[in-house]
């Protein structure tokens, strides 16, 4: 979940978006769950210790903090003895200011796992994005996204698009293929992961784990782009409205 600032200043940058649709979406993103649930059991069963960063400065859902007693994913994951960093706009909770819109070096083979839930789709620079986090992890950093799901492979789950949430949508698809170019290991791509068990409010995210495993570049720009552009839905003014 991208936080406001950060949408103030892709706005000064002439891109609309609508406002009331992003703070109904707060409570729609975050940490849920089944969403730490996905990343306990796929990626870091076992990581206490290790070095994880967070993409944005999460919220948690509150059957979250009424289990965990706490507000935030930093809280959620220094609770569980993971050494915790999380990059936003905001600098909030801890968070270090860090554009992730611009390339950046400053953290390259730093991180032994890599956690996204609900940023990238707020990012239209998405080579810039995804290169970052490949030179951030160590080789055998474990990745995780749990981002919105491509409304067409939504709409054969529940009979409806995915609700408004920034510029991405990402398909099942576009991991595994990921994964293939830039010879990762996948762990797991699923559409199963899920803010509810069930209600008219249930929505399936696009998720999934895998394993940096080479030091090696990350690919070029056209190939990212080309993989943007066949397996995700791209919306230019930051909601699929």
């Not at 070095?51 to 999460?58: F, V």
């Not at 507000?71 to 706009?89: A, C, I, P, R, V």
């Not at 200011?97 to 839930?117: A, R």
């Not at 080579?127 to 080789?139: Q, R």
Request: with cysteine; glycine share 6%.
């Amino acid at each position: 979940m991208i936080n406001l600032i950060g949408q103030c200043l892709i706005l000064k940058r002439g891109l609309f978006i609508n406002f009331f649709l992003y703070f109904l979406l707060i409570i729609e993103m975050g940490i849920n769950k089944n969403q730490y649930n996905y990343v306990i059991e796929k990626a870091i069963p076992e990581a206490k210790g290790k070095k994880m960063l967070e993409l944005g400065d999460q919220i948690v859902h509150k059957q979250m903090t009424e289990e965990f007693g706490v507000l935030s994913g930093k809280e959620l994951y220094l609770s569980q003895g993971y050494d915790h960093t999380s990059f936003d706009w905001n600098g909030k909770r801890g968070a270090i200011v860090v554009d992730l819109t611009k390339l950046n070096n400053d953290y390259n083979e730093t991180f032994e796992i890599i956690t996204d839930h609900g940023t990238i789709e707020h990012i239209p620079e998405q080579y810039n994005v995804f290169k970052n986090l490949h030179n951030w992890g160590k080789i055998d950093c474990v990745y995780v996204h749990i981002v919105p799901l491509h409304s067409m492979e939504h709409l054969g789950l529940v009979n409806r698009r995915f609700p408004p949430h920034g510029f991405y949508e990402y398909s099942t698809k576009f991991w595994i293929e990921l994964c293939k170019v830039c010879n990762y290991k996948l762990i797991d791509a699923t559409n199963q992961v899920r803010n509810m068990e069930s209600g008219n409010k249930l929505n399936h995210y696009s998720s999934c784990v895998y394993i940096k495993t080479k030091d090696s570049s990350f690919i070029e720009k056209t190939k990212l782009d080309e993989l943007v552009k066949r397996y995700t839905l791209f919306y230019k003014n930051g909601s699929n409205v």
